[in-house]
Every structure is written in C-alpha cells, then in structure tokens.
C-alpha cells in the first residue's frame, strides 16, 4: 500500500514538472515578456523592403523585423525557402502589400502551422489603382501602393495599433516611433508637391512598366510607360513607336529607367529621341549594394524626386 502511494506521488509531481514546462515555454515566447530583463522582442516579417523600414521604425527596441524577399529578387516570380517557412511559423506579425504584388502569399500561409500569426495586407482599405484607370481598359490592380506618401502613412497607423494589440506595454512607444516617421513623410510629401507643381513636363515617360501610377496621381501627373504593371512583359512594336512618337512631340527630355531591370529599352529610346535616360527606383528591392550601404526607403524617394526634378524640368 505504501509503495503504491509512493509511485503515485511521483508521477504526480512528473507531471507537475511537465505542466510548468509547458507553461514556461509558452510564456517565455509571449511578445514583451521579460526574459534576464530584456522583452522578448516582437518578431515581425515584411514582403518587401519598404513595409520592413516602416515596421522597423514603428517597432523600435521592441521589434525584430525580418525581410522575406532577399534584395535583387523579383517579387512576382520568387519562392520560399524552407528557412522562410520557419521564419513565418515562429513570426508574431507578416506584413506584405497584396493587390495581387504577391501571387505565392496564400499558399505560403496555409503551408505554416502558426495560429497566433498577425496578418497584416497593407494595401486593404486604401484607394487602388487598376490598369481600367490608367490605360482605358480593364486590368489587374497597380500593387505599388508605397509611392503615395499618404498610404505609407496610413499603413504606419495600422502597424502602431496591430503591434500595441500584441505588446500593450509597448503602445505608446509604437505610437511615438509612428508619429516621428509619419512627420518625415509629411514634410518630403511637401517637398515633392513644391518641386513638381512647377515643371515644364507632366508625364512621367517609362521605359519599363507602370510602376509610378500612385506618385503620378498624387502629385497632377501622369505616366506613360512601354508595358503594363507586370515587369515580365515585353513592349509590342507599335507600343515602341507611340512612345518614341510621344517623346519626339511633346519635347519630352528624359525617359526612366528602373533598377533591377533591365534598362536596354529606355537607352535604345533615348539615342533615338535624344532624350536622356534617368533612373526612377519603385524601391521594393534593394540591390545589394544598396542594402550593405544602409540606404532607407526614404533616402531613395529623395534620389527619385532630383531624378524627376531633373528629367521633368521643374524650377
């Protein structure tokens, strides 16, 4: 009888020791619990390179942000890596754009057990563009929602109330880091709206596709590019011509070039227009270079708006 109580007791204390096992595991990986006192930070995932600095910013000390799309890679063509898959499972928070600029998104979600993931589509709520809009006919959505200033400032918003509901102990820090960054956006949003209310040209002429259609409706302008949204496609002949017809009519005295694309085009219409070729980066991607020199979404968009200051004619 004695040895029976005894056996007993020790497998209730068993599992007892495996209970609070479980219990330290889960607690140690809550989001701001202080572990040696230091908060576990909150691990954040970002599609692209934008979406990573803005989740960086707000998240400050708090967060540790993770980029998913290596720089130089094409969005629409890329595919996870098993050490992406474990990365999304033990994330707090995925952060990409939707419209259509992730076609694998689904698929990578239902390929990762992690209940307690925030998904955050920063695209959803704003005001999309579609090609309709843009070139007269029925298309796809223009995913490139990070070239309207006040798009970035509303997802900033969304990134402030999403990690607060996961660290509440972090809300005002959230909010603070939103409202400094949201106030370098203002003031170059200014500085956009100041320089290009005052250029001799109005369209942004593309020797690639259709990456600047948010820019271009913020600021009065337009854009004329020789492809659609995707980067895959390839101009027809006459799409060629119309733009190399545009150019020579309207003294059109630059035409842009993307980075991480290829730039043979807009170099072959600016020798047959004497146009000049100037780069214009959508920054989704970083080249390598660019990463390793620590170069900031807004650093880029300062870059493009000399660019377009100089190709457009602005006083």
Same mark, same amino acid.
């Given at each position: 009888?004695?040895?029976?109580?005894?056996?007993?007791?020790?497998?209730?204390?068993?599992?007892?020791?495996?209970?609070?096992?479980?219990?330290?595991?889960?607690?140690?990986?809550?989001?701001?619990?202080?572990?040696?006192?230091?908060?576990?930070? #909150? +691990?954040?995932?970002?599609?692209?390179?934008?979406?990573?600095?803005?989740?960086?910013?707000?998240?400050?000390?708090?967060?540790?942000?993770?980029?998913?799309?290596?720089?130089?890679?094409?969005?629409?063509?890329?595919?996870?890596?098993?050490?992406?898959?474990?990365?999304?499972?033990?994330?707090?928070?995925?952060?990409?754009?939707? /419209?259509?600029?992730?076609?694998?998104?689904?698929?990578?979600?239902?390929?990762?057990?992690?209940?307690?993931?925030?998904?955050?589509? /920063?695209?959803?709520?704003?005001?999309?563009?579609?090609?309709?809009?843009?070139?007269?006919?029925?298309?796809?959505?223009?995913?490139?929602?990070?070239?309207?200033?006040?798009?970035?400032? +509303?997802?900033?918003?969304?990134?402030?109330?999403? =990690?607060?509901?996961?660290?509440?102990?972090? +809300?005002?820090?959230?909010?603070?880091?939103? =409202?400094?960054?949201?106030?370098?956006?203002?003031?170059?949003?200014?500085?956009?709206?100041?320089?290009?209310?005052?250029?001799?040209?109005?369209?942004?002429?593309?020797?690639?596709?259709?990456?600047?259609?948010?820019?271009?409706?913020?600021?009065? #302008?337009?854009?004329?590019?020789?492809?659609?949204?995707?980067?895959?496609?390839?101009?027809? *002949?006459?799409?060629?011509?119309?733009?190399?017809? =545009?150019?020579?009519?309207?003294?059109?005295?630059?035409?842009? =070039?993307?980075?991480?694309?290829?730039?043979?085009?807009?170099?072959?219409?600016?020798?047959?227009?004497?146009?000049?070729? #100037?780069?214009?980066? *959508?920054?989704?991607?970083?080249?390598?270079?660019?990463?390793?020199?620590?170069?900031?979404?807004?650093?880029?968009?300062?870059?493009?708006?000399?660019? #377009?200051?100089?190709?457009?004619?602005?006083?």
């Amino acid at each position: 009888m004695r040895k029976k109580t005894l056996s007993d007791r020790k497998n209730r204390n068993l599992v007892f020791l495996l209970l609070l096992g479980i219990c330290l595991v889960i607690v140690l990986n809550i989001p701001g619990f202080q572990r040696n006192g230091q908060p576990r930070p #909150l +691990k954040i995932v970002a599609s692209i390179f934008p979406l990573k600095e803005f989740a960086s910013v707000v998240s400050g000390e708090l967060g540790e942000v993770d980029l998913l799309i290596p720089p130089g890679a094409e969005i629409h063509a890329w595919q996870p890596r098993p050490s992406d898959l474990v990365k999304l499972s033990s994330a707090d928070v995925f952060i990409y754009i939707g /419209a259509d600029l992730e076609p694998w998104v689904d698929d990578i979600l239902r390929s990762i057990d992690n209940k307690a993931l925030r998904v955050v589509e /920063a695209s959803q709520g704003l005001t999309l563009i579609s090609e309709e809009e843009e070139e007269g006919h029925h298309g796809a959505i223009d995913p490139h929602i990070w070239l309207d200033f006040g798009n970035n400032q +509303k997802i900033i918003e969304r990134l402030a109330e999403t =990690f607060s509901s996961i660290v509440p102990g972090g +809300k005002e820090l959230f909010r603070e880091n939103a =409202f400094v960054y949201k106030q370098k956006l203002h003031a170059l949003d200014e500085k956009y709206r100041n320089t290009l209310d005052r250029c001799d040209h109005k369209t942004i002429v593309l020797g690639g596709h259709a990456a600047f259609g948010y820019l271009a409706r913020r600021y009065g #302008l337009s854009q004329l590019s020789l492809y659609g949204l995707s980067p895959d496609s390839r101009p027809t *002949p006459r799409q060629l011509i119309d733009v190399i017809g =545009f150019i020579k009519k309207n003294g059109i005295k630059a035409i842009f =070039f993307e980075v991480n694309i290829s730039r043979e085009l807009a170099h072959v219409i600016a020798e047959e227009t004497g146009a000049k070729a #100037l780069l214009l980066n *959508p920054g989704a991607s970083l080249p390598r270079e660019q990463k390793n020199a620590g170069i900031s979404f807004l650093d880029i968009m300062e870059i493009n708006l000399e660019s #377009l200051k100089n190709g457009l004619r602005c006083r």
